[in-house]
């Protein structure tokens, strides 16, 4: 069977969580062009929110002081007050990343890991509207756009309405829509008929069962899931599933219990994890999989 995991380990999609986030802040304009420009990026994954004055920008977090020395809102901003702003890396996040990185046994990858967050802290960028991005995309290039859904400012027409737009104005682009509310993700479906729609699982499988065609999992919480979520593979065998985040050995190994179902129902299905950094994270992968074939 290992074999096989070897096999899967092999076809599967790099997605770049939040463009190339450890070359550059999240989300911001140069993790952005970089993850489109790079050829071992298979699709780039991206968060979308609207501004004070009705524009769509790519940013995860609401609050900007995360990442800028603002403490307002996306939402109690406009764009031009935005734009303004020089984006630094996440003020917590990084930090969770230098422990864990620091935690791992010294590696090529793991060395390669410390010099990217090390060169990161210095670095400043701006801020990416929705519309730049698909403006430079290139069209085979696969774009993973979440919409949010848990704050109702979200569930407006405004928003919602503001991505459909783009999206079909855009309909050339390899666009792939998901988010976490069905009612929301249901609607996107009916109204962008050349975008792939689907759904973000954090805990909950029931949205599985609804006809949308990929889904995005939190790896992290998903151990005790993964037969279920196999036997969801299993039924469609077409659809796309996303699995974030992959940085360290441990969230390799908790991809590799869904990899090992997998190749017990001996299904070859391409999966996509979402990482930080590609070129870190096939680094790591190439390890481990020696390490199997050992």
């Not at 969580?17 to 990026?41: D, F, M, Q, R, T």
């Amino acid at each position: 069977m290992e074999s096989n995991v070897v096999k899967l380990l092999e076809n599967t999609k790099y997605d770049a969580h939040k463009g190339e986030s450890w070359k550059y802040p999240e989300n911001s304009y140069g993790a952005i062009k970089s993850a489109l420009e790079n050829p071992e990026v298979d699709a780039v994954e991206f968060d979308v929110r609207m501004t004070k004055d009705c524009k769509l920008i790519i940013r995860h977090d609401d609050s900007m002081f995360t990442t800028s020395s603002s403490f307002k809102k996306v939402s109690d901003m406009t764009l031009d007050e935005l734009k303004k702003l020089s984006i630094k890396a996440h003020k917590i996040d990084y930090f969770i990343h230098r422990y864990q990185i620091l935690n791992n046994k010294k590696t090529e990858y793991s060395n390669y890991q410390k010099e990217l967050l090390k060169q990161l802290i210095s670095k400043k960028d701006r801020i990416i509207t929705l519309e730049e991005l698909l403006q430079i995309a290139p069209n085979d290039k696969k774009l993973l756009l979440e919409v949010k859904g848990s704050d109702e400012y979200y569930k407006t027409d405004k928003y919602s309405k503001g991505i459909l737009e783009l999206v079909n104005n855009y309909s050339m682009k390899n666009i792939l829509i998901h988010g976490f509310d069905s009612k929301l993700m249901m609607w996107f479906q009916e109204h962008a008929p050349k975008a792939v729609v689907g759904i973000g699982i954090s805990t909950d499988l029931k949205p599985l069962d609804l006809p949308l065609n990929h889904a995005c999992f939190n790896l992290s919480r998903m151990n005790d899931q993964l037969k279920q979520i196999v036997d969801a593979l299993e039924k469609r065998p077409e659809r796309e599933f996303h699995f974030w985040k992959v940085d360290t050995r441990k969230e390799l190994e908790l991809y590799k219990l869904f990899l090992n179902e997998m190749a017990k129902r001996e299904l070859n299905s391409t999966t996509s994890i979402m990482t930080n950094d590609v070129k870190a994270c096939k680094m790591l992968v190439k390890d481990y999989k020696d390490s199997l074939e050992k």
